[in-house]
């Protein structure tokens, strides 16, 4: 089928002037579908700087109409509950006739989506990026957000977390679902080979900068002992979540300022000349859903060490990947010592081309549409 549909995309995250960057891959989902349907992006968040009750605002980014609610803070969870519910409700009717919803992110928006299922026969699909599904960070979810998510995935027509690794750890934790993976998107028009002009060799990371994920101290600690061994090299940690406790780490360890660059607020033109010009990237993160960096490293033909986490262990890339196990300083700062004393010649055509055919802009929407187009025949 080819007919273009309206897909209502329901965002528990979602870039916002609250949390700029928060749910940045789910924005791609979006623009990514937009490219063949219309797409209206829905999302409720509280703005503890708001003096009124709530606010809407209204703006286009690539194709995507996008609403989002903010909602002053509520100490009353109840008071809280009452104006969320409100805000989506005015949201909603401010929209024409949509085919379909895309969830994404299961709670706590896939209440909604079980409404809009239940009461307006609106069929759903879900998209998951949620990390905690896996054990052991599934122990804190509490028994009722459990049963609400099985309900939620249940009258799913299809779940679609970002890679396999992923859906087996929902599937272990009881969440059941027609299940169909797909992944996040890289846009490879704008992350593809270049040709490198860095005088040194450069070491690239860019996360969120949270420890208890990215493992950003452990990177320290290689990188310390890396320098007391070499100097042929540099490093750019890139960060968009809090710096200080990296700061205080580098300061501690007294990291030479000349060999190591901290850096934040970097556009994703920016990330993709970063990549361009890396001859490393390094990921060493203690979990990942995807860890998209990865792929956007590899779609500049820009080879990456990572641990035992995320979509590389699913690609056939052993020829410019390095799977390393969790926590394990010794094997990164081995790894890393490899890579400066070979300088492999890459086949960069062959690296693009991987990404570009699995995770394209183009791939990904073609993906989404065969079910959404699915979902409505269902239904």
């Given at each position: 089928?080819?007919?273009?549909?309206?897909?209502?995309?329901?965002?528990?995250?979602?870039?916002?002037?609250?949390?700029?960057?928060?749910?940045?891959?789910?924005?791609?989902?979006?623009?990514?579908?937009?490219?063949?349907?219309?797409?209206?992006?829905?999302?409720?968040?509280?703005?503890?700087?708001?003096?009124?009750?709530?606010?809407?605002?209204?703006?286009?980014?690539?194709?995507?109409?996008?609403?989002?609610?903010?909602?002053?803070?509520?100490?009353?969870?109840?008071?809280?509950?009452?104006?969320?519910?409100?805000?989506?409700?005015?949201?909603?009717?401010?929209?024409?006739?949509?085919?379909?919803?895309?969830?994404?992110?299961?709670?706590?928006?896939?209440?909604?989506?079980?409404?809009?299922?239940?009461?307006?026969?609106?069929?759903?699909?879900?998209?998951?990026?949620?990390?905690?599904?896996?054990?052991?960070?599934?122990?804190?979810?509490?028994?009722?957000?459990?049963?609400?998510?099985?309900?939620?995935?249940?009258?799913?027509?299809?779940?679609?977390?970002?890679?396999?690794?992923?859906?087996?750890?929902?599937?272990?934790?009881?969440?059941?679902?027609?299940?169909y993976p797909v992944p996040n998107v890289v846009d490879t028009t704008l992350f593809y080979p270049a040709?490198?002009?860095?005088?040194?060799?450069m070491i690239s990371h860019i996360s969120s900068f949270t420890n208890k994920q990215k493992n950003i101290?452990?990177?320290?600690?290689?990188?310390?002992?890396?320098?007391?061994?070499?100097?042929?090299?540099?490093?750019?940690?890139?960060?968009?979540?809090?710096?200080?406790?990296?700061?205080?780490?580098?300061?501690?360890?007294?990291?030479?300022?000349?060999?190591?660059?901290?850096?934040?607020?970097?556009?994703?033109?920016?990330?993709?000349?970063?990549?361009?010009?890396?001859?490393?990237?390094?990921?060493?993160?203690?979990?990942?859903?995807?860890?998209?960096?990865?792929?956007e490293a590899i779609a500049t033909a820009t080879p990456v060490i990572s641990t035992n986490t995320g979509?590389?262990?699913?690609?056939?890339?052993?020829?410019?990947?390095?799977?390393?196990?969790?926590?394990?300083?010794?094997?990164?700062?081995?790894?890393?010592?490899?890579?400066?004393?070979?300088?492999?010649?890459?086949?960069?055509?062959?690296?693009?081309?991987?990404?570009?055919?699995?995770?394209?802009?183009?791939?990904?929407?073609?993906?989404?549409?065969?079910?959404?187009?699915?979902?409505?025949?269902?239904?």
């Amino acid at each position: 089928m080819n007919k273009k549909l309206h897909i209502l995309f329901l965002c528990s995250w979602l870039p916002s002037r609250v949390k700029p960057t928060s749910g940045d891959f789910v924005q791609r989902h979006a623009e990514a579908v937009a490219t063949k349907h219309r797409v209206t992006a829905i999302h409720v968040i509280t703005d503890e700087n708001l003096t009124s009750n709530f606010e809407i605002f209204e703006s286009e980014h690539n194709g995507v109409k996008i609403i989002i609610g903010y909602l002053k803070k509520f100490n009353n969870p109840v008071l809280k509950f009452f104006y969320f519910i409100k805000v989506y409700k005015k949201i909603l009717q401010k929209l024409d006739f949509y085919d379909l919803v895309h969830l994404n992110v299961t709670y706590p928006k896939g209440i909604v989506a079980l409404y809009l299922k239940w009461f307006q026969m609106k069929p759903f699909i879900i998209s998951e990026h949620w990390t905690d599904y896996q054990y052991p960070l599934n122990k804190h979810i509490s028994f009722l957000r459990k049963k609400i998510t099985q309900l939620i995935t249940k009258n799913a027509s299809f779940v679609c977390p970002v890679s396999i690794s992923h859906q087996n750890d929902m599937l272990s934790f009881g969440l059941k679902g027609n299940y169909y993976p797909v992944p996040n998107v890289v846009d490879t028009t704008l992350f593809y080979p270049a040709k490198n002009t860095s005088k040194k060799f450069m070491i690239s990371h860019i996360s969120s900068f949270t420890n208890k994920q990215k493992n950003i101290l452990g990177i320290l600690n290689v990188i310390k002992q890396l320098s007391l061994k070499r100097e042929d090299f540099q490093v750019r940690l890139i960060g968009n979540g809090d710096l200080s406790a990296a700061q205080k780490r580098i300061n501690d360890l007294s990291i030479p300022k000349n060999i190591l660059a901290l850096e934040t607020g970097k556009s994703h033109l920016e990330i993709s000349k970063i990549l361009q010009q890396s001859n490393l990237y390094i990921s060493f993160s203690n979990y990942e859903s995807f860890g998209i960096v990865m792929a956007e490293a590899i779609a500049t033909a820009t080879p990456v060490i990572s641990t035992n986490t995320g979509i590389l262990t699913e690609l056939d890339a052993s020829n410019f990947t390095t799977i390393i196990p969790l926590k394990d300083e010794d094997e990164l700062l081995k790894s890393i010592i490899y890579y400066l004393d070979t300088k492999k010649i890459y086949d960069t055509e062959k690296m693009h081309s991987l990404i570009k055919e699995k995770f394209s802009i183009e791939t990904i929407c073609n993906s989404f549409s065969k079910l959404y187009y699915k979902s409505l025949n269902l239904n």
